[in-house]
């Protein structure tokens, strides 16, 4: 997040060297105040004290809508202009450069996303001589679990067939 800050605020110092169009200078300095917004956000932990949101879905949109944004502004960079100066071309390669990072960004919020199994047993105690329980016991007793509320939903269906007959 860092390095898009800091590639944001390169094309806006060279964007501002040579005359440009000022809805380029506005995208990238909107750009610059959401991705600040959210850095200072996670720097303090302000995100923690917010739990109706959900984060992840927030980063994945902010990414999504950054990487649109930042690609606009560089097609848009490229049709506002015929002649390039260096200061213009060098502003466009970093704004590419961070619509490039915000996607890579986007591609790797997806581990976020993943399903989680529950484990039921993973804050076993040790006994008292200090080992932990053996893995195999823990799958076991799982595996006991599964089948004691299997055996519940058969019972329980056996009675409701033999309570109602037309069930």
């Known amino acids: 997040m860092f390095s898009i800050q800091i590639c944001i605020m390169i094309a806006l110092i060279c964007f501002q060297r040579v005359a440009t169009h000022p809805m380029l200078i506005l995208l990238l300095t909107m750009e610059m105040s959401i991705i600040s917004f959210f850095f200072f956000l996670y720097s303090f932990a302000i995100n923690r004290y917010i739990p109706f949101i959900f984060w992840p879905m927030m980063d994945l949109m902010n990414d999504l809508f950054s990487t649109c944004f930042l690609i606009y502004g560089v097609v848009f960079a490229l049709s506002a202009r015929r002649e390039y100066p260096e200061a213009y071309l060098t502003a466009m ?3 590419a450069l961070a619509a490039f990072l ?19 047993y993973i ?15 823990l799958a076991m007793l799982l595996a006991k679990e599964d089948e004691e509320e299997e055996q519940r939903r058969l019972a329980e269906k056996a009675k409701k067939a033999q309570e109602d007959p037309g069930w």
């Open 123 to 137: 804050l076993l105690a040790p006994d008292q001589a200090g080992k932990m329980q053996d893995p195999k016991l």
């Open 93 to 95: 390669i970093f704004t």
């Open 102 to 120: 915000t996607l890579v960004d986007l591609c790797l919020q997806r581990r976020q996303f993943k399903t989680r199994k529950l484990r039921r």
